[in-house]
């Protein structure tokens, strides 16, 4: 029996791949991965980018994502990649997808991709989490305790099963503070993290249930949580390093 082809020419070969940093704000952080993916392509064909599509019976555009933020959870650090058939100015399909998209999801930067993988460029992310109606000294003692753990076990549900992982390890920092919140605005107490990535990957939600965990603590609301960076770790600089950076002596410490 004869092996059925696609008819018609293969698609363009991709000339240039671009790595888009965007914002999910608002009532946008409750979109999910696949919410996101139709928006994008929706606003990847207004906008004119000439993308390039994989071969085969189903032709789809060549289109990265790493990493995304659990839903609900607002981030100003989000990434994917896309692959183009004709060299584009980045700075260009900046505006016309951010023009496109919706409100809500915002188009920060656009680059020219270098060698390399992009994941691999994302080894930690920093999280601000604000807390309403919790005061400051509550929450710093809290976190202390939390802090003076070796380890941490919680638990969470995975496609195949519960599965328990430490969520004390992959936290580098935490630090209190006091703050406002909220369209009103509102007093609270914040807790901003820095999380290196594992698997399985530690989530703000998983701090929150270690916290509960060495300590009776139990915030009258759910914290809104927001990705503020994620990127390469730099150990000597204690600091997340913007992962779209063209500097090639930044340590990738997989």
């Not at 608002?26 to 980018?49: M, N, Q, Y």
């Not at 007093?187 to 999380?195: D, E, K, Q, Y």
Request: aromatic fraction near 6%; hydrophobic fraction near 40%; proline fraction near 9%.
């Amino acid at each position: 029996m004869a092996q059925r082809t696609p008819d018609g020419p293969p698609p363009p070969p991709p000339v240039q791949k671009l790595r888009v940093q965007y914002a999910r704000r608002g009532r946008l952080r409750f979109s999910s991965t696949r919410d996101f993916a139709r928006a994008l392509e929706r606003a990847l064909r207004r906008s004119g980018v000439p993308m390039a599509f994989s071969a085969g019976f189903h032709p789809h555009p060549k289109i990265s994502y790493a990493n995304g933020a659990p839903t609900g959870m607002a981030s100003e650090a989000e990434y994917f990649e896309i692959s183009v058939t004709e060299h584009v100015d980045p700075e260009r399909v900046r505006l016309a997808l951010d023009e496109a998209l919706p409100e809500g999801i915002d188009v920060i930067t656009v680059v020219e991709a270098r060698p390399g993988a992009l994941a691999d460029r994302l080894q930690a992310s920093r999280w601000r989490m604000a807390f309403e109606g919790v005061a400051v000294e509550e929450l710093q003692g809290v976190v202390d305790a939390f802090l003076a753990q070796e380890q941490v076990e919680v638990s969470r549900m995975f496609k195949r099963g519960r599965r328990s992982f430490d969520a004390r390890g992959p936290v580098i920092e935490a630090r209190v503070e006091s703050g406002v919140a909220g369209a009103a605005q509102t007093a609270c107490a914040i807790l901003t993290t820095v999380v290196r990535h594992t698997t399985p990957a530690v989530r703000p939600d998983d701090v929150l249930s270690a916290l509960s965990l060495v300590t009776p603590f139990e915030p009258p609301r759910p914290p809104l949580v927001t990705r503020l960076e994620q990127g390469v770790w730099d150990d000597a600089q204690a600091t997340v390093i913007d992962p779209l950076t063209d500097d090639d002596t930044v340590g990738l410490q997989r």
